[in-house]
């Protein structure tokens, strides 16, 4: 980790968008050439601050290893991944929802053990088992919505933003599991020794949060 600069591992995608957005409410400042760059770590000293760019799902191994000091994480990842990190800040951006959906056609109660597909594999089989429901759980790394289609499994488990994938592909939501958000996560060894930097950024962006912020550029 940097020792002068706060290392911030952040997502991919419409997360990273919508964080960086909060940080700038917060009064960080960080120009519009940020979003444009290819790099995978990038430094912004005048906003104190390192950047790395990762995977959704790998953002809590960056944090929990200490090769990021703080993170951003859907709450999805953090229940898929058990990551060794505190989660200090629900930053309440690109919300979304766990949800399980079926061709329309499905109807529960006729397997044994229906089969689950899902990229979340510890998350579906915990939810299930909750529920007392034997499952088989069929780990898949995108385009979830195909395997009920081509026949690997009965029924999905995916995010849901707008709906509009499930119902492009023809498949009907069965239920809401889990209401998602994104969390500001942060290393424990790096909560004791860069305290100085890691509280004040906890308190903008929650002042921004609860729209008590303000722009300080």
Same mark, same amino acid.
Do not use: W
């Given at each position: 980790?940097? &020792? &002068? !600069?706060?290392?911030?591992?952040?997502?991919?995608?419409?997360?990273?968008?919508?964080?960086?957005?909060?940080?700038?409410?917060?009064?960080? %400042?960080? $120009?519009?050439?940020?979003?444009?760059?290819?790099?995978?770590?990038?430094?912004?000293?005048?906003?104190? +601050?390192?950047?790395? @760019?990762?995977?959704?799902?790998? /953002?809590?191994?960056? #944090?929990?290893?200490? #090769?990021?000091d703080v993170g951003v994480a859907g709450k999805d990842v953090m229940i898929e991944e058990k990551r060794d990190v505190y989660e200090v800040l629900d930053l309440k951006i690109?919300?979304?929802? +766990?949800?399980?959906?079926?061709?329309?056609?499905?109807?529960?109660?006729?397997?044994?053990?229906?089969? =689950?597909?899902?990229?979340?594999?510890? @998350?579906?089989?915990?939810?299930?088992?909750?529920?007392?429901?034997?499952?088989?759980? =069929?780990?898949?790394?995108?385009?979830?919505? @195909?395997? %009920?289609?081509?026949?690997?499994?009965?029924?999905?488990?995916? =995010? #849901?933003?707008?709906?509009? $994938? !499930?119902?492009?592909?023809?498949? /009907?939501?069965?239920?809401?599991?889990?209401?998602? $958000?994104?969390?500001?996560?942060?290393? %424990?060894?790096?909560?004791? $020794?860069?305290?100085?930097?890691?509280? %004040?950024?906890?308190?903008?962006?929650?002042? #921004? =949060?609860?729209?008590?912020?303000?722009?300080?550029?």
């Amino acid at each position: 980790m940097n &020792e &002068e !600069l706060l290392t911030v591992a952040m997502p991919k995608g419409r997360i990273f968008d919508e964080a960086v957005d909060l940080l700038r409410q917060a009064g960080y %400042p960080i $120009t519009e050439e940020f979003e444009d760059s290819r790099k995978l770590i990038i430094d912004v000293p005048e906003a104190g +601050m390192r950047f790395i @760019l990762a995977k959704p799902m790998d /953002v809590p191994t960056y #944090v929990e290893h200490g #090769v990021a000091d703080v993170g951003v994480a859907g709450k999805d990842v953090m229940i898929e991944e058990k990551r060794d990190v505190y989660e200090v800040l629900d930053l309440k951006i690109s919300a979304c929802y +766990m949800a399980v959906a079926a061709l329309p056609s499905y109807r529960a109660g006729g397997e044994v053990a229906p089969k =689950i597909a899902s990229k979340y594999p510890n @998350l579906t089989s915990e939810y299930f088992r909750q529920k007392g429901e034997q499952v088989e759980i =069929i780990k898949l790394n995108g385009s979830i919505e @195909l395997a %009920p289609i081509v026949g690997l499994a009965d029924r999905i488990v995916d =995010i #849901v933003s707008t709906g509009q $994938t !499930l119902k492009e592909n023809g498949l /009907v939501e069965i239920e809401e599991m889990i209401n998602i $958000t994104s969390r500001f996560i942060v290393n %424990p060894v790096s909560y004791r $020794t860069k305290a100085a930097m890691i509280d %004040p950024m906890v308190d903008r962006l929650d002042q #921004v =949060i609860n729209g008590q912020g303000e722009d300080r550029l």
